[in-house]
C-alpha cells in the first residue's frame, strides 16, 4: 500500500458498508441465525468465481500448507461463534447493552496488539480510543440495561467481542503470505458451515422467506459482507487489528444516519453527542498512529 491516505480512505468506504449491517438484519423478516447462515453463505458464493476462475488464486488454494488450512478454518470458527454469542446475547438483554458491549473490542485488540506483535501506543492513542467508546457509550446509555438476567447476555456480548478481535488478529498473521480470495473464502464457507450447524440444531426453518427478506439476505452479503468485511480482510495486510477495530467504531455512526434516512429514526441530541466524540476519538488515535 504505497499510500496510507488510499488506506484510510478505503477503510472508511467499509465502515460505511458495514453500518449497513443492522439496517438489514432489521429489515430481515427471519432469525437472526438465518441471517447471519445466509450472509456467509451468499458471500461465499460471491467470491467463489474469483477463486475458481483465477489461475494464480486456484493455484495458491492448491500450495496452502496445513497451517494455513489450519489458521483459515479457525478464522471462519472465531466468526461464526461470534455471531452465535452476540445473536444469543439479544436473548438475554437489550440491543443497546449488547452493541455497547462489543464495541469494547478496540481494547481487546490494543492489548492483543501489544502482546502479540509489539505494538506501541503512545497517550494520544490510548486517549483516542477511549474517547471514542465513551462516545459509543453515550449513543446505548438510554437503553442500557444492568439486571440479573442482562448481566448473562452483557458476558456474551463481551467474549463474542474479544472472539472476533481473535479473527481479526488471524488474519493479520495469515493476510502477510496468503491472498485476499483464498482467505476470504476459506473463512467465509467455514463461517457458513458451522453457523448451519448451529442454526439446524436449533431446528430453524431455512426456507420459506419473502422475497423481500431474501434480498436483504444478499444485500447483507453483498455490501456489508464483500464491501466491509472483505475490505477489512484486504487491508490487514499494511493495518494492524487495533486501527481496523479502532475504525469500526464508526460503524455505530453510520448506522445512526442510514437508520435515519431508511428507517425514519430521529436522532437524539444524545446520539448526536456520542457520533461527535466518535469522530473526535478516531481522528486523534489515527493522527497519533499516523505520527508513531
Not at 85 to 97: I, P
Not at 266 to 283: C, D, H, M, T
Request: aromatic letters at 16%.
Amino acid at each position: 500500500m504505497k499510500s496510507p491516505l488510499i488506506s484510510y480512505i478505503t477503510l472508511f468506504f467499509g465502515v460505511f458498508a458495514l453500518s449497513t449491517s443492522a439496517i438489514f438484519v432489521k429489515l430481515a423478516d427471519a432469525p437472526a441465525t438465518i441471517t447471519a447462515f445466509y450472509r456467509m453463505f451468499f458471500a461465499t458464493l460471491m467470491l467463489l468465481p474469483f477463486l475458481l476462475f483465477n489461475k494464480k488464486n486456484r493455484k495458491e488454494l492448491c500450495s496452502l500448507s496445513k497451517k494455513q488450512w489450519g489458521l483459515g478454518l479457525l478464522s471462519g470458527g472465531f466468526l461464526a461463534i461470534h455471531y452465535v454469542l452476540w445473536f444469543e446475547s439479544l436473548n438475554y438483554t437489550s440491543v443497546a447493552s449488547s452493541t455497547v458491549i462489543v464495541t469494547l473490542q478496540p481494547l481487546f485488540s490494543m492489548v492483543g496488539g501489544y502482546f502479540l506483535f509489539k505494538e506501541r501506543f503512545n497517550k494520544g492513542s490510548v486517549m483516542g480510543c477511549l474517547v471514542a467508546i465513551v462516545g459509543s457509550i453515550v449513543i446505548g446509555w438510554q437503553d442500557f440495561q444492568i439486571s440479573g438476567q442482562a448481566l448473562f447476555g452483557d458476558i456474551l456480548a463481551f467474549v463474542a467481542a474479544g472472539v472476533i478481535t481473535a479473527y481479526f488478529f488471524i488474519g493479520q498473521h495469515v493476510r502477510k503470505t496468503l491472498s485476499l480470495i483464498p482467505y476470504s473464502v476459506i473463512g467465509y464457507a467455514s463461517s457458513a458451515l458451522f453457523l448451519n450447524i448451529f442454526t439446524f440444531s436449533q431446528q430453524t426453518s431455512f426456507v420459506h422467506y419473502q422475497t423481500q427478506t431474501w434480498l436483504y439476505f444478499i444485500g447483507l452479503a453483498f455490501i456489508a459482507t464483500i464491501l466491509g468485511q472483505t475490505i477489512f480482510n484486504w487491508l490487514l495486510k499494511w493495518l494492524s487489528t487495533s486501527v481496523i477495530s479502532m475504525s469500526i467504531l464508526g460503524e455505530t455512526i453510520g448506522t445512526c444516519i442510514l437508520a435515519y434516512f431508511i428507517l425514519d429514526e430521529v436522532i437524539s441530541l444524545q446520539q448526536g453527542i456520542g457520533i461527535i466524540l466518535i469522530l473526535f476519538g478516531l481522528a486523534l488515535f489515527l493522527l497519533q498512529q499516523r505520527k508513531q
